[in-house]
């Protein structure tokens, strides 16, 4: 058989073994509908970073404050530590470092890789930005925490202060 007999043949074949690898129209959808459900997460945990960012900065001006009154009034802010603020500002670096790390390994869906392996990095990026989120969360709440512990704290020890004075 020569090879121009043979050629159309192979199209032949090759097209029905490539449309037989194709996708159902379920996993597509699957496919399609965890791919929302990542954006979706990630949109949820980028807000949170904006959040977090916000607590940073309120967090290093309580720090300050604190520091003032410590150095002003040593002997009544005896015992009261910004341990509390710095961990919960580690945790945010920490929450932060995360997003950005997996940010920067994320390759976006591409609906002509095989759906098992879609399927595969599609969940795996669930998982993550799911933990990554509550890590965001927790990071949120440990900071605004601290950051009301030590404004309630300062607003006291200044009416204490104030009463002395008088």
């Known amino acids: ?36 459900e990542i954006t979706v997460l990630h949109d949820g945990a980028m ?11 309120r967090i290093g001006e309580v720090m300050a404050q604190h520091d003032n009154l410590v150095k002003k009034y040593p002997k009544e802010a005896a015992g009261h530590s910004s341990d509390d603020l710095k961990a919960a500002m580690e945790q945010i ?5 995360s997003m950005d790390a997996w940010m920067k390994g994320y390759k976006p869906y591409d609906p002509a890789v095989k ?10 990026h669930k998982t993550d930005l799911t933990k990554m989120k509550a890590d965001i969360e927790g990071a949120i709440t440990a900071a605004t925490t601290a950051v009301e512990s030590h404004t309630k704290v300062a607003s006291e020890l200044m009416a204490k202060m104030s009463k002395k004075k008088h």
């Open 93 to 97: 670096v920490k929450a932060k470092s």
């Open 115 to 124: 759906h098992a392996e879609a399927m595969k990095a599609l969940t795996t």
């Open 47 to 57: 807000a949170k970073i904006t959040q977090a960012n916000d607590l940073s900065t």
């Open 1 to 36: 058989m020569k090879l121009t007999c043979l050629f159309p043949v192979l199209l032949i074949v090759g097209g029905l073994l490539i449309a037989g690898c194709g996708k159902s129209a379920d996993q597509i959808k699957m496919e399609g509908d965890l791919s929302k």
